[in-house]
């Protein structure tokens, strides 16, 4: 079990490219989250979905994008990054709903220039 | 709306110390569920304890405790005996029945020095 990944790692790009994040969960999961994470703000809630082929706005949802085709990943774009995006951005999964430990993946770090 | 406030930002302490990481939430909600997570300096973030509104008995494991408080809307985190490895920032978390999402504290970071 490879549990959550997320593809890529490291990204740099400029202001005004796009991008798709990656992520995957092998553990047939229902649930599935993106965040992003910056000093000393904790990690905010992006989008998620709560099933394949659903998705919701978090707390932070302005200038991106998720789809869920497929129940094991959830992709995150950006169609014209900002400085404002750069971050660390987090993909989790969890089972069930709201009383679920959430698996989280390793992270990709994201600098916008 | 729910909120959960961490406001030790950074503490050190030395190896050996028992230290407490404070966590104090708010909802209106009466059936919710509290979280922490580790994120160590790899960078991924650990699922460390789950506790639900129902149950407000403490929890011990090994080193690590927690005691949930509803009087005063608290979950804590002590660590006893602390050790390099603790070193690390520590979420605090909340979810409310049904809300399908969790609201992150802002982190302490935790640092053990020898």
């Known amino acids: 079990n490879a549990g959550v990944t997320q593809t890529p790692k490291f990204r740099v790009l400029k202001t005004g490219q796009s991008m798709t994040l990656l992520c995957a969960q092998d553990?047939?999961?229902?649930?599935m989250y993106w965040y992003r994470q910056d000093p000393g703000m904790g990690l905010r809630l992006i989008h998620y979905?709560?099933?394949?082929?659903?998705?919701a706005k978090g707390e932070v949802p302005d200038g991106y994008n998720v789809s869920r085709l497929k129940k094991q990943n959830f992709l995150l774009g950006l169609e014209s990054a900002a400085p404002s995006q750069t971050s660390v951005y987090f993909c989790a999964s969890t089972s069930g709903g709201s009383s679920y430990e959430q698996y989280f993946g390793p992270g990709t770090r994201l600098t916008v220039t | 709306a729910q909120k959960v406030t961490q406001a030790q930002t950074e503490i050190s302490v030395v190896e050996k110390e028992d230290v407490t990481l404070d966590c104090v939430y708010e909802t209106r909600d009466t059936t919710y569920y509290l979280f922490w997570y580790k994120q160590p300096p790899s960078g991924e973030l650990v699922f460390l304890i789950r506790?639900?509104?129902?149950?407000?008995q403490n929890e011990i494991s090994g080193r690590y405790s927690w005691n949930f408080q509803k009087s005063t809307s608290s979950f804590n985190f002590t660590i006893t005996a602390s050790q390099v490895v603790d070193s690390a920032v520590y979420f605090c978390?909340?979810?409310?029945?049904?809300?399908?999402?969790?609201?992150f504290g802002q982190g302490t970071r935790l640092t053990i020095n020898p």
């Open positions: 506790r639900n509104s129902f149950d407000e």
């Open positions: 979905s709560v099933g394949e082929g659903t998705t």
């Open positions: 553990m047939n999961h229902e649930y």
């Open positions: 978390a909340l979810s409310v029945w049904g809300a399908q999402k969790l609201v």
